[in-house]
């Protein structure tokens, strides 16, 4: 009742006075929907990569947009590159790390066009990127070129799902109280299932080695940050500790997720003799902010864009496993063996092909 409360309130209060939308804009008045997403995606990215990243090296981002994440991962020690198509959140990011004195070199270039050394960077996150790409495989091709051998490639996307698509198609960019992207965004072909992602992966020589879904503390936490945003209650810097979003290792991947693959072949080592980049089961980024204590547990996707019984069988061959719970969070999947036929006319009864009440159960009664 609380959420439709305040979206009644927002409707009402809300007409002729709806905020600007616009992606990169430098009027402080305008909602933009990507810094807004980097900004509550921050600690769940970087507690991440606390797990799968290098915990030194160069990093390129792929989207690295106004440079939330870009200066989280300069902070955290690594060399940053960070590559961005719009020109106008390449110079705001560039301009904030130059004030906060952090030494990114931030490019203006489409993650499908631009041009690395091969085996160059140590760490590649592609952020904002296979969600709205037409060629997720031209991005993954030049992902790995620039990856050196045993380097990580990390990402965040959105899954194709029924809530993913109420969410992003619908209330994100549709419905005019919780708009907070321009129309035609997001699109259901570019959504991206990890069973996808990872078999552009293999195609490009990289392993796979698991996904993690993340999510806010709670819908309607969600909704009251938009809301809030929206009315500018807060601002875009509220938005993280409001909105809570948190990883979700024991839940299946429903709307966002992360995941990441490493590139077949040894990590380069330093002058000490030390690996540059993160092996299985070493530590990630040191000094990375909102990391969470223990392994984390991440799912395969080989199966399907959700966690199922299936998964269990890979941990034998020494993956970090989370085992999902069916489609919907608290559903358990069902046994194959289990599923049972049913009709809207009765249970199944009799030899097979015949149902109660069903016309080829026998001559109808009727009129005898």
Known sequence: MGILKELTMERTSGMGTAPIIELDSTR?????????RAVAFQDVRMAYLAEHG???????????????????????????????????????????????????AHRTARAEEFDAPPGSFDLVYVADTFEITEDPNRVVERAARALKPGGALVYDTVNRTVPAKLVYLGAFQRLPWTRIM????????RLRRPSEVEALFRRHGLHPEGVCGFKPASVAGLVKTVLARRRGEIGDDGVASMAGVVLDPDGPPVVTYLGHARKRGAPDRDDDGAATGRRAGAGGLSGAPGSFPGRSRTTSARDGPFGDDRNRRAGGRGRVICVGRGPWPGRAPIPRGARRRRSRRGSRSGPRGTRRGSRRAGPSRRGR
């Open 182 to 189: 321009p129309p035609g965004r997001y699109a259901s072909a």
């Open 54 to 104: 290098p915990a030194r090296g160069r990093a390129l981002v792929l989207g690295g947009g106004h440079g939330v994440l870009p200066r989280g991962l300069a902070r955290a020690g690594l060399d940053v590159t960070a590559l961005d198509p719009s020109e106008a959140a390449t110079r705001m990011a560039a301009d904030i790390a130059t004030a906060q004195n952090l030494a990114i």
């Open 28 to 36: 402080p008045e305008a909602i933009d929907g990507r810094r807004l």
